[in-house]
Nanobody, 124 residues
């Protein structure tokens, strides 16, 4: 059974930090790229970042470049999203997802498997 389980969300003040984790199981981790998406109320799901499990290539949305860092521990089949300098506009439910390398990392339609999401709330 494929599972992606996010953890690490919570409430933080603006300027603070959180680290999200995405633990994967049930598929060959090295064959997939893992992406982070977020969805705020009333807004479309947005690609935040992605990492290739095979070669470590990383991708970021412009809105988070320089503040968020994605990393992968292949031995643990886990991807992390370190989020620093958080802003109230980063408030959303954050999801991780797995894809076998589609044409666009930020297109949520390219992803095969999804986690249940974790809430991140940034207060001003």
């Amino acid at each position: 059974e494929v599972q992606l389980v996010e953890s690490g969300g919570g409430l933080v003040q603006a300027g603070g930090s959180l680290r999200l984790s995405c633990a994967a199981s049930g598929f060959t981790f090295d064959d997939y790229a893992i992406g982070w998406f977020r969805q705020a109320p009333g807004k479309e799901r947005e690609g935040v970042s992605c990492i290739s499990s095979s070669d470590g290539s990383t991708y970021y949305a412009d809105s988070v470049k320089g503040r968020f860092t994605i990393s992968s521990d292949n031995a643990k089949n886990t991807v992390y999203l370190q989020m620093n300098s958080l802003k109230p506009e980063d408030t959303a439910v954050y999801y991780c997802a797995a894809t076998t390398y589609g044409s666009s990392w930020s297109d949520y339609g390219e992803y095969d498997y999804w986690g249940q999401g974790t809430q991140v709330t940034v207060s001003s």
